[in-house]
């Protein structure tokens, strides 16, 4: 397991996605290493919360740095509660090719609202719990055999 943290990320305002803070490089051994990321990060802008939004996502790049694949996105129209409880977005990284990849909190289309006041990505807390999987994951569909379990009473 590790963890990250950052205060004050740029916005990220093209349509590219873009990793935020400085996520670790993590080690991917075969097709069945598994990374779990969740992060939770508090957004804002300068002073009028509504109408600015963006997306977050858990995305990976490979440490050569020849692109950044996103994992799992969340669009957040900002609100009061988002800009000081945090946004969660959380993922799973998996089937890579072996190497080393940096994995983490990305972020794309962080736009202004109308008054032109601007997304901030404020304290952030981004969780890595790395696993060795029986035959790979997938983000959302179980993988293996169903477990069964003798009935009551029986063992």
Known sequence: MEQYQFNGAPSVTGDNWELLGT????GFTDSNTAAQVTATVSQGQSS??????????????PAGGTGITEVSQISVGLSVDEATNGVTVS??????????YYVGLC????????????????DASVTIIMA????????????????TRPPHGMT
Do not use: F, M, W
Not at 48 to 61: H, K, P
Not at 107 to 122: F, I, L, P, R
């Open 91 to 100: 993922g799973v990284v998996s089937n890579l090719t072996p190497g080393e």
């Open 132 to 147: 060795e999987t029986a035959s790979g994951a997938n983000n959302g569909t179980r993988q293996g055999a169903t477990p």
């Open 23 to 26: 996520p670790p490089e993590e």
């Open 48 to 61: 009028d919360y509504s109408g600015a939004s963006g997306i977050l996502g858990i995305c990976y790049e």
């Open 107 to 122: 972020a794309k289309d962080q736009n202004n609202n109308d008054n032109g006041n601007h997304v901030t990505n404020g």
